[in-house]
């Protein structure tokens, strides 16, 4: 299906099929949020030129992605193109993805291109069938979009604006979305070591937007996708919203617990162990998040909603880290906390003063339980003034104790769970990223090989010399 079959020219388009006239919504959707839509993904990353009368500068390319494949056939379409920029008729349409409130999604490719590992999800949007709130929403995604460089977070390759089209160029999930993937385990949760995995990689993507600034307002399963390699990336920013932040480095003081040795007996006598003693630790974190944003608008998705966004009080950052205490107990329990049997219900248990549950379940014979429910208790405080991560942001989540596996600078080479259902393609990996384990540590038979690799490579060397 190519391109011109839907977009007859540049000039003159008849887009039907992007008409967002549809409400698709689901169950989950609370009446005054868009629509949300769960089979593809955004992503961001270098601004090409577009068909609109506003190129886009191809020159500046985000640091984590240079080596992008993706990119790279980007820039090999754009470098032959005429004026330098990628246009409609560059693209291949595959198939229909998915649609949302905003428009609809294409799998699509790059025509006359090799690599057919290359391919993208094109976000088409009829902006003459939004309205001046949805329009809103729209640039605030593409804003959103055009600015942020993570790992965990969508690249954006081409924005292009077409008569009263915009057209947005992203990655493409293979592995469908988190909730999609919740339904497919057993008692529709995750084990353990899946729930931390998930929700370090989200906590950490979470962390990038508080420090730009960005509220994100929508954190669901729902908006989690799955990328070929099986890690997760957050997705539709379109209800986000921007504030101040300053970026301030902050002293703390952590307490280190030295351990006693046992008595020891030698040739003159027993020797005493040394004392169990507590040190304070001095440190410094740096902390950037947006604690002086404000708003008042009404969206979201009703089960994750917070106190304050219900009750109408106005609303700040703390939304998100009550939205990630409701993520988690989704992902471990299978359902949220304050789940009523209609949306009004629903809605009532967030604002009421009654505190949640944990169900009782085979959750509770595995380790980890404890302090993931501790940690779940801490961020769904309903005073925000009091909740976790409101004030220190996402440094204070990642020191609790559910997360002390982490290690947090080498989060990106840990390997993803065994989890039933998820896509986890086959790809070239590093030299580094071949001797990590599921644990993100080097496992004992690669350091053999290492180590057995490293003396033949020596031998060969001596002998050499010697000749």
Known sequence: MDVESIFPSESDLDLSFTSCASSTTTD???????????????FNESRLGTSSSSPLSSNTHRPHRKNDPHWA???TVTNLSPDGTLHLNHLKLLSHLGSGNLGRVFL?????YDNTDATFALKVIDRESLTNKKLSHVMMESQILSIVDHPFLPTLYAHIDVSHYTCLLIDYCPGGDLHSLLRKQSGNRFRIDAVRFFASEILVGLEYLHALGVVYRDLKPENILIREDGHVMLSDFDLCFTADVVPTLQKRFSSKKVRSSKNRFSCFGEVFGRRREISDEEMTEFVAEPTGAYSRSCVGTHEYLAPELVNGNGHGNGV??????????????GR?????HTKEQTLRNIASSRPFDFPECDVEEEDGVAEVKDLIARLLVKDPRRRLGCAWGASDVKRHPFFDKIKWALIRTYSPPDVPGLLKMKKKKNHVMSHV??????S????KKISRWSWRGLSNFIKGKRV
């Open 28 to 42: 989950r959707t609370f009446t005054c949020s868009s629509g949300r839509s769960s089979s593809t993904l955004s």
């Open 73 to 75: 056939a980007i820039q």
């Open 108 to 112: 699509c490719r790059l025509k006359d």
């Open 320 to 333: 998100d880290w009550w939205a990630f205490g409701i993520f988690l107990y989704e992902l471990l329990y």
């Open 336 to 340: 949220t906390p304050f789940k009523g």
């Open 437 to 442: 384990g599921s644990s993100g540590k080097f």
């Open 444 to 447: 004992t038979s690669s350091f």
